[in-house]
């Protein structure tokens, strides 16, 4: 489908999206753990000012976070999608929210163009009923849905083992793509995210 993805969620909310691609096993994770992004070699060992890098891994999730001025980076839960290929499909990233009515947490998804944006995006967990997504806007890097997501949300996602977001191709809009998202390591990753006020 596409090789760079960007991750948009706290980057682009504070301007300071970069490209990230697609890779397994490198970046910079900490001593025990091996990322499975490639955000970037650092110069020195130490990531550069706007800079994304991989602060940690929990299971299959990185927390990703831009290198910033700041006491502390921002960083959002992340990972990406693969499709029944192994081609990177999308890329997810997550992040709590305080004081934001029914949403405790929100969500950045990235889809390739092309997609078939009346068809909406669906998520569903271990089998469950899906959830339709409405497309937020489309830009050069993809197609991007911005959800919020329940309490109930969340805690299906804490249970579950498995996600499966599906998407429909606009060339074969009698198709369905579908990409695995695995909740693996989703409950302590949950729990080590920024809270973002709104």
Known sequence: MFRHLTSLSLAALMGLATPLSAQTDTGTATDTETS?????????GEPQLG?????QS?????????????EKDPCSLLQILRDENDNPLAEISLFRLANAG????????????????????????????AK?????????????????LTQAD???FKRGA??????????????KVTARISLSGFTAGY??????SN
Not at 51 to 55: D, K, S, T
Not at 162 to 175: C, N
Not at 191 to 196: E, S
């Open 102 to 129: 029914q949403a405790v947490a929100g969500a950045t998804i990235v889809v390739p163009l092309e997609t078939l944006l009346t068809a909406q995006m669906t998520i569903a967990v271990d089998g469950g009923s």
């Open 132 to 148: 339709r997504y409405n497309y937020s806007y489309c830009s050069p890097i993809g197609c991007v849905a911005q959800i919020g």
């Open 191 to 196: 729990d080590a995210v920024d809270v973002i």
């Open 162 to 175: 498995e996600g499966v977001l599906t998407i429909v191709p606009a060339p074969a809009p009698d198709q």
């Open 36 to 44: 499975q992004l490639d955000l970037g070699t650092p110069v020195d």
């Open 58 to 70: 929990f299971g299959d999730w990185e927390l990703a976070c831009i290198k910033t001025q700041a």
């Open 51 to 55: 800079e994304r890098y991989a602060a």
């Open 154 to 156: 969340v805690d299906s």
